[in-house]
Nanobody
Framework: QVQLVESGGGLVQPGGSLRLSCAVS????????MGWFRQTPGKVREFVAA????????YYADSVKGRFTISRDNAKTTGYLQMNNLKPEDTAVYYC???????????????????WGQGTQVTVSS
């Protein structure tokens, strides 16, 4: 099982940008799909974006499509989530996830991902 560490969260004004990073160790990174989820108190962890192991396919929640971009650098064993035009409703703890065998129909289901980071807080407020 791989280990994941997120970074890059913080406080940003509405309309601003942040880039989250997810450093992965303990496995062959290039064989894992990666995902980003977010969670607010009392709510289920929500799918944000995902990217396949070779970076060839990406998937987004409708709420972030056109504003967020998921990417990965297999040489650096790191995944990224570039977040632009942030809104107050994007405020949440953001988690990265990794899995070798996740299938397309399960990619938006947080219960199907095998490995998780500890989360990083993103707060969008003026």
């Amino acid at each position: 099982q791989v280990q994941l560490v997120e970074s890059g969260g913080g406080l940003v004004q509405p309309g601003g940008s942040l880039r989250l990073s997810c450093a992965v160790s303990g496995g062959t990174f290039s064989r894992y799909s990666m995902g980003w989820f977010r969670q607010t108190p009392g709510k289920v962890r929500e799918f944000v974006a995902a990217i396949r192991s070779n970076g060839g396919h990406t998937y987004y929640a409708d709420s972030v499509k056109g504003r967020f971009t998921i990417s990965r650098d297999n040489a650096k064993t790191t995944g990224y989530l570039q977040m632009n035009n942030l809104k107050p409703e994007d405020t949440a703890v953001y988690y990265c996830a990794a899995d070798r065998g996740i299938i397309l129909s399960s990619i938006r289901n947080n219960e199907m991902w095998g490995s998780w980071g500890q989360g990083t807080q993103v707060t969008v407020s003026s």
